[in-house]
Nanobody, 120 residues
Framework: QLQLVESGGGLVQPGGSLRLSCAASGFTFGRYAIGWFRQAPGKGREDISCISSSDSTTAYTDSVKGRFTISRDNAKNTVYLQMNGLKPEDTAVYYC?????????????WGQGTQVTVSS
């Protein structure tokens, strides 16, 4: 059974860091691009980063560039999102999702999400 499980969320002070993990099982992980998304209360889902399956090409939305870093470890079937310089506006539920091959708009499989709260 295909599964994506996010972990690593929590409460952090502004300027702090968190590393989110997206652990995958039940499919050939190395053939899938993985994206990170977030949804804040009362707002729509935001596409924040993606890493491709083949050459690990990465992409970021402007609001997280220079602060967040996406990476993957195919041996561990895991994608990471290192988040530095966190701001209160980064507070959201963070989701990872998978799609075949390269990054794109539509994803086939989704995790359940992990809460990130940035507050003093």
């Amino acid at each position: 059974q295909l599964q994506l499980v996010e972990s690593g969320g929590g409460l952090v002070q502004p300027g702090g860091s968190l590393r989110l993990s997206c652990a995958a099982s039940g499919f050939t992980f190395g053939r899938y691009a993985i994206g990170w998304f977030r949804q804040a209360p009362g707002k729509g889902r935001e596409d924040i980063s993606c890493i491709s399956s083949s050459d690990s090409t990465t992409a970021y939305t402007d609001s997280v560039k220079g602060r967040f870093t996406i990476s993957r470890d195919n041996a561990k079937n895991t994608v990471y999102l290192q988040m530095n310089g966190l701001k209160p506006e980064d507070t959201a539920v963070y989701y990872c999702a998978a799609r075949r091959a390269g990054c794109g708009r539509f994803y086939d499989y989704w995790g359940q999400g992990t809460q990130v709260t940035v507050s003093s």
